[in-house]
Structure formats: structure tokens, C-alpha cells
């Protein structure tokens, strides 16, 4: 039996004989032809090409349907290369001058133009990624071979692979593609943000898994610890399949819960919303019984594009959420590019450290006329609607002023021109620094509201890479001192009648839940799956024994103490939820 740890990108449990997918690697010679037969090899590439872009286009479609346009926009990128008169050029020429097959000026020419991408800034070095999908749907399109492995499985299967294209994603037998485990890749990840939408329960981040399994090994894939066992033995898989079978039951059991108010035995009502990166995710959140959008990310209106959205990109997007809530509240975040996240049609001089660097309000601030055009779709659209603005990674006082004053120049220039728009959308802002924690007095008569970001605020408090599987046990939400941070900004909040959320993987962890009650969080904000666990919880506690744990875990000094602690206390409270505390 072997395990390995990764980052859990999808929660859920699955069980299944692995298939592991290759690399896909041609082996193409150089092989010269006759030059009276350079049309040949001219005409065979142009219909490859014609049968690859229809082929991409089936695959946009029927992603676009079952999963959802802003996924399917992965794929412009893929047709954007075939249809590009430049790189068919590069094809045609190599074939013309130096009398090769279609073949090789394929690997030739897109080998090169991968090595570029290479070359490039990481936020754009990532899309060889792409290429190598393109050049691999070409040469089996002329060189014959078919690949079915992902898409007509016979039976159940976990795929494991070094990496993922989108294509392959996108185009997996759902039916029978039960989990992944996944090498490379990150939270950003193409496979991370479909497996998502999908609701595979899925592991990136191996580093080695595809050469410790073969093919038809028993693998578990555990994505909520983000663990994966091969080969496991009997007493393992005994276990994981209880655990399977009652995380089943246990979600079943929630359904219940949907229309009843997270309100606890005593009476304090919580709010529960949701966390959001597509539109279509509102319905999720309302099915589960959230109460409307605590955090809707953005950037995958640029992530997910090969050129910037337009004002009318942005407004169709927030309509959309704003359609499916129905007068719920709705919490839209501006974009936090940068670091891990950047458009991939602009350039940019890689830096050392982007998370410490130019990334969220700070980029913003300095692209002030795609600042200008998500504010100005923003104001359109909330319009007799409970919409608030909020600014990420706000460090100091001069960025929220900074920020601020643009909301008020957008919003004159819609006076001006006479457009219909929101006069008096609240702002609010993301606590996600230390700087920003021990400030939080002065913001809190800066703005309307507080969203603690708690995944940021770990990791730049304890100065721990959260995607660093080298350093994974030092990130933790049970650290005192981030204990400290959150209690600090609820006060100033009580104090300053500022409402106060808090967001991240810890608002959705029912292990916090109570300690964050008993620090006074009475809003959290979650990925919709936690929703009904977090709420059956609120409905089984009185405040008074949130409190009780709160006082406790202040009095402790180091994480695992704390962790103990509350684990054994959201035990007694769900004795039978599947959830391993």
C-alpha cells in the first residue's frame, strides 16, 4: 500500500482500479517526400486541421451545455491557434521548402512554438500546456490513431496522469471517470477548475503518482485531504468504503435542511452564503440552502479568455448571477489578478516572488482602464439589486482611498452619459494581510463591510506557500495567532457596526465552525457542498457553546492543541457525519 499527499482540489471519496493515461507522445521522423508531393502533404494537414477544428468545437459545445460557457471559453484559445494564418504558414512553408511531411512540419513547427511559450512569464509559460494538446489532436488526426481511453471507458476507473489538457478534461466519460489523481497542476489548474464543476473528486499536486501505480491497481482517492492510496489493503478499503457509503447517506440525510434557517438552539440566526467562480454555481448555492453570494470571484472572465472581456462581458455575467438570486445578496469581488492568476493575452516581466508582488487591488490600481470597465458593468448591473463591491489584498489605508475614488469616477461618468446605474452600492473590503488585521479600526470607518480571506491571511501571516506540499503541515487555520487576527477584526467590526464575513476553505471547514461562532462570526461564506454540514451544525449548538469553545481554544498556545480540541467538540455535536475530524 502507498500513499501520497497532494492538494485536494475537488472533496469527495472514490474507489476505483486506476487507468493511467500516457503521455501521448509521437515519435515522428524527419522524413522527407518528393516535392511533386507537397500539395499531398498540403491537402492532408488542411483537413486535418478542418476535422480538428470541428472536433474542437463539438468539445466547446457540449462543455458550454453540461458544464457551463465560462469552462467552455477554454477552448477559444485551441481554435484561435487553428485558425491562425501565421502558424498555418509555418506549416505550409516548412512542407513547400524543406519537402517534409505534414507530420513532422506539425511537431516541428508547434515543438518551436511551444519552446517560446516557455520562455515567457509563467502566467502565459503555462499555456505549452495548450500547444502540445493542439499538436497531439493534429498528428493523431494525420497520423490515424485514436484515442478512447477517456472517453468510452468500459467500466469505473480513477485516472491518474502527470497532467491533464483541457481537452482531455473536458472530454472524460463521466460516467465512469470517477476521481483523478493528477501529478502537476495546482488550485488554478485547468483539471482542478472542471473537476470542480463536475464534481470529481480530485488530487493534484502528486509529483509521482503516475510511476508508483499501473494500470488496474485499486486506488482511493480521498479529496478532502487531499490524499491518495494505492494498492491499499483490505482494512483501508474496508474503511474508505464505509466512509464513501456514509458520505453518501450523510449528504442525503442534509436535504432537509435546505428551506430552514441556520438558526441555533437558542435562537441567533447565522449566515450561510456561497462562494462562487461561474455564474452558473448561484443554483448551487441556492439548492444547498445558502442564502445568497458571499464571495463571486472574477477572473475567470479573463482566465478563461484570450482577450479582455468587455464591458458587456462583465455586466452579462454579474445579470446572470444576479437572475438566478432573486433578490439574495450578492457579494462580487474585483479582480484578483496576478500571482498564480493573469490574463493570458497581455505580457509581463516575470517576477520573483508574485505573490508578494504586483497582484489584486495593486495591479488594479495600476490598469485603471480594465479597473474603470469591470466597476462601470458592475454598477450597471446592480441596478434595484442587493449587490456590494468589494476590493481584495487592501493593505493600507491610501489603496482603499485609492479605490474608492475610482467607484466614485465611474459612477460620474454613467451620470454623465446618462446610463442607468447604482448610486449607493456598498464597498467593502477583503482582510487578507496582517497589515490589514491590525489596521482594522481605521478601515472600519473607511467601509461598509469586512470579508476575512482566511486563506490568504494564513498564508501571508505564518509566511507559508499554501500550494507547497513541502511546507503543507505549516499551513494551518488553528494557529493561534491567526485566532488572534480574526477575533481583533470581529471586534473592530462590533465596534464600528461594520458586518464582518469570513470566507476561505476555514469558513467551509464545519471543524472551525463553532470556534468561529464563539469568536463572534455570524456570516460565513463557503463552496456550496459545505453549506448543509455548516448548517445542521449552527442548528445543533446554542451560542452560549460556541462561546464556551472559543474561551477554551484562547487559552491555548499551539495549533495541534487546538485542533484536538475542536475536533472532539464538532465530534460530540455530529457523531454521524462522514467527515473524518
Known amino acids: 500500500m502507498k500513499t501520497k499527499e497532494g492538494i485536494g482540489v475537488s472533496p469527495g471519496v472514490a474507489i476505483a482500479p486506476a487507468a493511467i ?299 446572470e448571477v444576479i437572475d438566478l438570486c432573486k433578490g439574495r445578496p450578492i457579494v462580487v469581488r474585483t479582480l484578483d489578478l496576478g500571482a498564480d492568476k493573469q490574463t493570458q493575452s497581455r505580457a509581463r516581466t516575470p517576477e520573483r516572488n508574485p505573490f508578494l508582488g504586483c497582484r489584486s487591488i495593486r495591479f488594479c490600481l495600476q490598469e485603471l482602464p480594465m479597473f474603470k470597465t469591470q466597476i462601470r458593468a458592475l454598477l450597471r448591473a446592480s441596478v434595484d439589486a442587493d449587490v456590494r463591491m468589494m476590493f481584495p489584498l487592501i493593505t493600507n489605508l491610501r489603496e482603499l482611498r485609492q479605490a474608492k475614488a475610482i467607484v466614485r469616477d465611474v459612477a460620474e461618468d454613467l451620470e454623465e452619459d446618462g446610463i442607468e446605474h447604482r448610486h449607493d452600492i456598498p464597498l467593502g473590503m477583503m482582510i487578507e494581510t496582517p497589515s490589514a488585521a491590525l489596521q482594522c479600526n481605521a478601515f472600519a470607518q473607511e467601509v461598509d463591510f469586512f470579508s476575512i480571506g482566511t486563506n490568504d491571511l494564513i498564508q501571508y501571516t505564518l509566511a507559508v506557500d499554501r500550494a507547497n506540499e513541502k511546507v503543507a503541515p505549516l499551513f494551518t487555520a488553528a494557529h493561534p495567532a491567526i485566532l488572534r487576527l480574526i477575533k481583533e477584526v470581529i471586534r473592530a467590526g462590533q465596534r464600528y457596526e461594520v458586518p464582518v464575513s469570513l470566507c476561505g476553505e476555514m469558513g467551509g471547514d464545519v471543524v472551525f465552525t463553532m470556534l468561529l461562532m464563539g469568536l463572534g462570526v455570524t456570516t460565513f461564506s463557503c463552496t456550496p457542498p459545505a453549506i448543509p454540514e455548516i448548517k445542521q451544525l449552527i442548528r445543533s449548538v446554542t451560542m452560549e457553546q460556541a462561546a464556551k469553545v472559543a474561551r477554551r481554544v484562547m487559552t491555548f498556545d499551539g495549533d495541534q492543541e487546538i485542533l484536538n480540541y475542536i475536533r472532539v467538540a464538532t465530534r460530540k455535536v455530529l457523531p454521524d457525519a462522514y467527515t473524518n475530524f
Open 21 to 319: 493515461v500516457d503521455a501521448e507522445e509521437f515519435d515522428i521522423p524527419e522524413r522527407h517526400v518528393a516535392p511533386e508531393l507537397s500539395g499531398r502533404e498540403i491537402n492532408r494537414l488542411e483537413k486535418a486541421v478542418e476535422i480538428s477544428q470541428n472536433e474542437i468545437l463539438d468539445l466547446r459545445k457540449s462543455t458550454s451545455e453540461q458544464i457551463g460557457k465560462e469552462i467552455a471559453s477554454i477552448f477559444d484559445f485551441h481554435l484561435g491557434l487553428l485558425k491562425d494564418t501565421t502558424l498555418l504558414k509555418k506549416f505550409t512553408d516548412a512542407i513547400n521548402d524543406d519537402h517534409v511531411t505534414s507530420e513532422y512540419a506539425v511537431a516541428a513547427v508547434l515543438r518551436a512554438y511551444a519552446k517560446e511559450f516557455l520562455d515567457m512569464p509563467q502566467y502565459l509559460a503555462d499555456r505549452v500546456k495548450d500547444v502540445y494538446d493542439i499538436e497531439k489532436r493534429l498528428l493523431r488526426n494525420l497520423v490515424g490513431q485514436s484515442r478512447q481511453a477517456l472517453k468510452h471507458l468500459e467500466s469505473d476507473r480513477i485516472l491518474l496522469a502527470h497532467d491533464l489538457t483541457p481537452s482531455q478534461t473536458a472530454g472524460m466519460d463521466r460516467e465512469h471517470v470517477l476521481g483523478l489523481a493528477i501529478d502537476a497542476g495546482g488550485q488554478t489548474s485547468h483539471t482542478a477548475i472542471v473537476a470542480k464543476a463536475l464534481g470529481i473528486p480530485a488530487v493534484v499536486g502528486l509529483n509521482s503518482v503516475t510511476g508508483e501505480a499501473t494500470a488496474g491497481d485499486m486506488v482511493i482517492i480521498d479529496g478532502h485531504r487531499g490524499t491518495v492510496i494505492i494498492d491499499p489493503d483490505e482494512k483501508t478499503l474496508a474503511h474508505y468504503r464505509v466512509l464513501a457509503k456514509q458520505q453518501v447517506e450523510f449528504i442525503h440525510s442534509l436535504d432537509s435542511l435546505k428551506d430552514l434557517p441556520a438558526v441555533t438552539l437558542d435562537g441567533h440566526e447565522i449566515n450561510l452564503l456561497g462562494n462562487i467562480e461561474f455564474p452558473a454555481e448561484a443554483a448551487s448555492v441556492i439548492n444547498k440552502g445558502g442564502t445568497g453570494i458571499g464571495l463571486y470571484r472574477t477572473e475567470f472572465l479573463y482566465l478563461g479568455a484570450e482577450s479582455e472581456p468587455t464591458e458587456e462581458d462583465h455586466y452579462n455575467a454579474y445579470k
